[in-house]
């Protein structure tokens, strides 16, 4: 299979069984859950970027998710404007607090990226709960004003379905944004800053450069879910972009698979679906912290390569076994 095949295709495959989907889904409910599939996948796929591939952790992209969907509603809500406006203003926000964090955190070696991303997913959480004037406080947004459905570009997309053929047209896109970098110039020079951020300098990568750039394209693509999210649920509060968010997105990068970017779309969708089959315990939000606590352990543990990996890894093997049966098969001598 050429390099352009075995990059491109399972995009397309993937595209077809997103048009197909609605067809096998008789519900909204089911179709609702599918959609927020879509949106977490776009964010775990900016995190697999920046995890997976540069090597650096964030545990605060809840954070930019949260900061684009308030900003949106404000702009649409408070002040009138378009929700083109609110698109805009939400990515330039993200950009913005991502450079402000990123260019002191991302030049220094270890985690810092990450203790600065802790510090500022939990101060964001903090405003989103106490500033009730802007926000709404704990109650949410609601004490403003609804934020109404989607439309842009002329477009209204008050369908549950109109919307999620919108939000998996903008995960292909994403999608289709980073299997370019992967394999491009910028990708091996993620790559290379993963391995040995020594070595890569001396080979001429600028670290500070690549890394701030995966961090805030990250971010950006954070705040477009967030975008996306406020004009679908109509409705945003504090608990919806709190820590342990941004520890279930960095969770769905681990069991996905930090070397692929389709372990983005593997770990976001099961860890999306999960809770709704935990809704019959009496405290599941208790145990969905559990689950996810034990998941991250044991893909760590036992399965450092994701699901993705973990499957590939079990491909190529059968594929080994039938080269051996078949190589021995006709090394057979003949007994004619």
């Known amino acids: 299979m050429s390099g352009f095949r075995k990059t491109y295709l399972p995009l397309v495959l993937f595209a077809a069984l997103l048009a197909i989907a609605p067809e096998a889904i008789s519900k909204d409910y089911y179709l609702k859950i599918l959609t927020l599939c879509c949106v977490h996948a776009v964010i775990v796929a900016g995190l697999t970027m920046l ?8 545990l605060g992209h809840a954070a930019f998710y949260g900061l684009a969907a308030y900003a949106t509603a404000r702009v649409t809500v408070v002040h009138g404007l378009p929700m083109e406006a609110g698109l805009g203003i939400a990515i330039l926000l993200a ?3 991502a450079v402000l964090i990123g260019i002191p955190s991302l030049r220094l070696t270890g985690h810092y990226l990450a203790m600065a991303t802790l510090g500022f997913g939990v101060i964001v959480y903090l405003v989103f709960k106490g500033a009730t004037e802007f926000t709404g406080g704990p109650t949410g947004f609601t004490l403003i004003g609804r934020i109404p459905r ?4 002329g477009y209204s997309f008050t369908s549950e379905i109109s919307y999620y053929y919108l939000v998996a047209g903008v995960l292909l896109a994403v999608l289709l944004l980073c299997l370019n970098i992967i394999n491009s110039r910028t990708g091996r020079a993620l790559r290379a800053l993963h391995t040995s951020e020594n070595a890569a300098q001396t080979a001429g990568v600028d670290i500070a450069r690549y890394k701030l750039f995966v961090f805030v394209l990250s971010a950006v693509f954070a705040a477009i879910a967030g975008f996306l999210y406020a004009h679908w649920h109509t409705h945003v509060s504090p608990s919806s972009f709190n820590f342990m968010v941004s520890v279930k997105f960095v969770t769905m990068v681990v069991l996905g698979g930090m070397t692929s970017i389709w372990g983005a779309v593997v770990g976001a969708f099961f860890l999306t679906i ?12 208790d145990v969905e912290i559990i689950i996810i606590g034990l998941i991250l352990i044991i893909s760590m543990m036992f399965m450092p390569e994701g699901i993705v990996g973990a499957v590939d890894k079990g491909r190529r093997f059968v594929l080994q076994l039938l080269r ?3 190589g021995a098969s006709s090394e057979e001598p003949s007994h004619d």
């Open 51 to 58: 995890l997976g591939f540069a090597g650096q952790i964030s």
């Open 95 to 97: 950009v913005v607090v």
């Open 324 to 326: 051996r049966s078949k």
């Open 274 to 285: 999960l809770p709704y089959f935990l809704q019959e315990f009496e405290h599941f939000h």
């Open 150 to 153: 989607l439309e842009l570009f």
